[in-house]
């Protein structure tokens, strides 16, 4: 089984002087630079050149997305270079940077929306009939403009359903925070919309760019065949909440912390684009369907026949296409998956591809696949391709650190190959699962949280391979319990073997050479250590930060100097200058180890923080 991972960059412009630290418009100018060898290679006919990362553009102008060049071989000694082309990515990056500028992993700006948030500066224009976003915080200038999808996108959610789209996110209660909390927008250029739709106590706000601006992790697995893909689609979509709330990133919105570690719901209100009707607030006239969630959520459905059976969640679905499909020879349970995705209205469609021989074209399909945003996406080989099938695996928030990103991808791809090898079942039903997404993004859920999870995951004739499910006691057939993620992650004693424990059981039977061992353990001491609450989540370390800060006034405000003296502790905990106990653990690394695969320059350019 082959990986890839893809990481998400903010690129932030620093004022040293003014202390001030702004979003870089600066991705429509850099991404070319980043591209051009990518251009070159098929220029000149190679189709699939060897280059250690290819680059793509994403919502805004701020970011920019790099993935390997080629996906991670199938060997647990691939799993070694996982840190090394994630540190090459950020160099490259960084090389094209003037000094004053960084690239950061970070999943959600704290002053995204706020008064001049941008370099170069730019204004919101929320009256201008001609505008995308018309957002009383978020100007059109945020949104990339090398690609006419993303304003497409912008304009025509807000077109379709008809009004802005609309977050509300809990404020966190400090002391000093005004009670009965509402903003007045007024002087903004509200016409009433906003100050009618913001609830007391929330921070509001009224763009895709709260959302589809955040930065996130994602890992993709091509598996062997259509039904090992299937398998790991369901199994994986029980441990999106587990791995959301582990790596939370995200507690502040709009210049003020929230109540609230992730960034999920933030980005499923920034892209719902379903009317009234859809929702169900008003009676049916001309929707087709009233649908319960955003386009951006949670998955829906399972699609193996092992899963079948936990479907208890009414899946809305295009009984039309349902049945093409099933009268075509496609079984029952994957044509409800398909026909669920077609309960969806394309949200951009471009004229030069609208007459499609779908016979041997997809694009009319990959229009309505690319735009349902859940945890989980079950990918079908592109036509012609040596491509097989594959899942993606979409809940995780980006860490700061090429290490942290790279602790949490080896985990991920660690498991599937246990949950393959042991024939793991994590099956629980799906309405459990969607209450551990809300469970997810609570404030320090990763150490308070209680998560349903199944306690029988192991099947009967595999108890005999693995010596840390022996000494627990075996449960009902189904049953599920909640647990903490310690106990999830670490194992409860007598009761629940533990994840990383089954992954070391699968280590010691598998032919591991001693530096991919070192490696793979110290990112498995790590997971263990976070899941124990031992290291702090970065959304609780980012709390810690501004609470702690001397211009703090315990007022849930993160003024320009606290994000700029937090934006600068980003860059020096992400090059290495500053280690945080509370964040990470010491690593024992040979000498040069980090820097193996990198050029004297490119290590330059990692280091180029600080003064350093």
Known sequence: MTSLCGIEYILVHFDDDKKLAQLSLRAPDLLPRLQQKEKDAHESGDDHPALPSLWRPEYAAYMIEGTPGSPYGSSLGALNKVESNMRRRRAEA???????ETVLCFTAFPRLGCPNFTNPSAKPTPNDPNGVARSLFFPDEAIFSGHPRFKTLSRNIRSRRGKKVIINVPV??????????????????????????????????????????????????????????????????????????LSAAA????????????????????????????????????????IPKSRYGSVDYYISPLGEGYNDIPL?????????????????QLAKHV????????????????????????????????TNWQTMRFKPPPPDSTIGWRVEFRPMEIQMTDFENSAFVVFIVLLTRVILSFQLNFLIPLSKVEENMKEAQKRDAARQGQF?????????????????????????????????????????????????????????????????SCTLLTYLRF??????????????????????????????????????????????VAGGQLHDSNLLIKRIVPAGKDDEALSDEEAAAIHMTNGH
């Not at 960084?94 to 004053?100: H, I, M, Y």
């Not at 499909?325 to 079984?331: C, E, F, Q, R």
């Not at 009761?495 to 010691?508: A, Q, T």
């Open 316 to 332: 809305v679905h295009d009984e039309q296409l349902w049945r093409e499909m099933v009268d075509a020879g496609i079984d029952s």
């Open 339 to 370: 026909a669920h995705l077609f309960i969806r209205d394309p949200v951009s469609l471009f004229s030069e591809k609208i007459n499609q021989d779908d016979e041997h074209e997809t694009d009319h399909f990959e229009n309505l696949q690319s």
């Open 172 to 245: 966190f209660k400090d002391t000093k925070t005004p009670v009965g909390f509402v903003e007045d927008f007024e002087p903004l250029g509200d016409d009433g919309e906003i100050k009618a739709a913001a609830k007391p106590d929330h921070i509001i706000m009224d763009a895709m760019g709260f959302g589809m601006g955040c930065c996130c992790l994602q890992v993709t697995f091509q598996a062997s065949n259509i039904d090992e893909g299937r398998f790991l689609y369901d199994q994986l979509t029980t441990l999106c909440p587990l791995l959301l709330s």
């Open 94 to 100: 960084q090389r094209q940077l003037p000094d004053n």
């Open 452 to 516: 349903y999870f199944r306690k029988d995951i192991l099947c009967e004739h595999k108890v005999s391979s693995c010596k840390s499910y022996q000494s627990c006691a075996r449960p009902k057939k189904n049953e599920y319990v909640k647990m903490t993620v310690n106990e999830i992650f670490n194992g409860k004693e007598g009761e629940f073997p533990g994840l990383i424990p089954l992954i070391k059981d699968y280590l010691r039977n598998m032919d591991v050479d001693a530096e991919t």
């Open 251 to 290: 507690p502040i919105y709009r210049g003020k912390l929230s109540d609230v570690d992730c960034r999920w719901d933030v980005i499923s209100g920034s892209v719902d684009d379903r009317t009234d009707e859809e929702k169900g607030l008003t009676p049916r006239e001309n929707a087709r369907f009233i």
């Open 527 to 572: 997971i263990r250590k976070k899941a124990s609450g031992e290291l702090m989540t970065t959304a609780s370390w980012i709390r810690d930060f501004v609470k702690n800060h001397p211009d703090y006034q315990h007022d849930s405000v993160v003024s320009e100097k606290i994000n700029y003296d937090l934006m600068k502790t980003c860059q020096a």
